[in-house]
């Protein structure tokens, strides 16, 4: 019997979510219901497994599980980016060919996405925009330096962009260089999320605000359950990141990181014309522990910096942390637009994902009947898309090349050091880094 520790515990003010219109009054899990699968977790991952599972089995009834609003969570708080390219972790790989089935499978979710957000109108702010990767200073410029080289070794296309064409983009000459790649799309995550989780096919149902708090294991398959009912099922597909490890699996090996961001109220046509910037665009920052930075489509200013160990997940974080945070969102705005300091923030939120100490990511099967992907180490929207897809293919026995690659690139995240040797171990490392990159910041 597994029994859930911890739940989420989101902030509420994510910005993404709170520009959407209010949804539907949720469906929960009540009394006792019966599915052939059940999937934890209406984020990335479980929207795409419960959706290529009702491909598979248009017959069966299948039970998309959250403990929060579709769109709430981890999947609907990040900055917007779907990003193409492995993370510079993954791009130093030895291995060529283990590089190229990542960006297989990256670009198959982004066609996916795209085929998705086409076929049902979602409107979710999709472009392709590309990304920028910026440096500030030399630390930035020595780590884009390493970036070229690698992108030249993948045989990747790139333009160097600098100081003034960049800030005729973004409307800040405070980045020395870029580098911008072709192949990353931006979006409104939240838009997005709830756009797939209202677009399932029938034989998908979706239960909100229904935390699962107990896993139980039968001899005719498992219970699930929850505050007001339960589920019994012979298949359970975990799309629950950084929560798997409260289900009893992969504990030990998974890090709760939360990341932060602040975003502005729309810009006005005289605040964009002071600035000369343009709207829709993303920079991600050369070196991993500097400030990403975006401009919408509807023209709010986004600045995501911050990192801290969670444990505990959102409880770990309480209001005077979100303060000083929204301090340093702020300094790191005006350092940029000292034109736009009267420009305040509405919204500054946190979200939590999984990273592994030896940068793998989990796919497979954890128990009988129990199948997860977990650990997305900072590329959830392609990875939680694809992954999810492929894991209903290993649930009901199908192949593919991509199931290949994906089992070729996965493994199992290495063990953490004990409690209070990690914690002390995570923070200092992010102070650390923050310290090291202050001048990227």
């Known amino acids: 019997m597994n ?76 900055s917007g980016f779907v990003i193409d390219l492995p993370h510079k972790f993954a791009l130093e790989h030895p291995d060529p060919l283990h590089k190229q089935r990542l960006l297989g499978l990256n670009r198959a979710a982004i066609d996916q996405l795209q085929t998705l957000i086409g076929r049902h109108g979602i409107e979710c702010q999709w472009s392709h925009a590309g990304k920028y990767q910026g440096a500030v200073g030399q630390r930035g410029l020595a780590y884009l330096e390493h970036f070229e080289s690698l992108l030249a070794d993948l045989g990747e296309p790139y333009r160097l962009v600098e100081r003034r064409e960049l800030a005729s983009v973004l409307g800040t000459d405070h980045y020395s260089r870029a580098i911008f790649t072709p192949g990353c799309y931006l979006m409104q995550p939240a838009a997005l999320v709830r756009g797939l ?19 139980e294991k039968t001899p005719s398959g498992w219970v699930l359950q929850g505050n007001d009912g339960c589920i019994r099922t012979p298949s359970v597909l975990l799309g629950t990141s950084i929560f798997t490890q409260e289900f009893g699996f992969l504990r030990n090996r998974l890090l709760p990181v939360m990341t932060f961001a602040s975003w ?79 420009v305040p923030f509405t919204h500054t939120w946190g979200g939590a994902y999984a990273i ?64 209070p040797f990690l914690g002390l171990g995570v923070s200092t490392r992010i102070r650390w880094a923050a310290w090291n990159s202050r001048s990227e910041l």
């Open 356 to 419: 592994s100490r030896n940068f793998t990511n989990f796919f497979g099967q954890l128990d009988d009947g129990v199948f997860a992907t977990a650990c997305d180490n900072g590329v959830g929207a392609a990875w939680g898309t694809i992954s999810g897809t492929l894991l209903a293919d290993l649930v009901v026995g199908a192949s593919s090349t991509r199931l290949d690659d994906i089992r070729a690139v996965t493994g199992m995240p290495s063990l953490n050091p004990p409690e």
């Open 264 to 342: 502005t109220r729309p810009l006005s046509d005289a605040e964009m014309a002071r600035v000369g910037a343009q709207a829709d665009w993303g920079l991600t920052p050369a070196d991993h522990a500097g400030t990403t930075v975006r401009m919408t489509q509807d023209r709010r200013l986004i600045i995501r910096n911050t990192y801290r160990h969670v444990p505990r997940y959102g409880r770990s974080i309480d209001d005077a942390t979100r303060a000083r945070i929204r301090e340093d969102h702020a300094k790191a705005f005006r350092a940029r637009y000292p034109q736009l300091a009267e």
């Open 3 to 78: 029994s859930i520790v911890k739940l989420p515990c989101d902030d509420r003010s994510c910005g993404w979510y709170a520009a959407l219109p209010e949804p539907q009054p949720a469906r929960r899990l009540v009394g006792e219901q019966r599915a052939d699968h059940v999937v934890i977790g209406a984020g990335f991952a479980g929207l795409a497994a419960a959706r290529r599972l009702a491909s598979h089995l248009p017959h069966a009834r299948i039970l998309l599980v959250d403990a929060q609003r579709v769109g709430y969570g981890a999947s609907g708080r990040n």
């Open 197 to 215: 989780g209202g677009s399932l096919p029938e034989n998908v149902e979706v239960l909100e605000e229904s935390p699962i708090q107990r896993l």
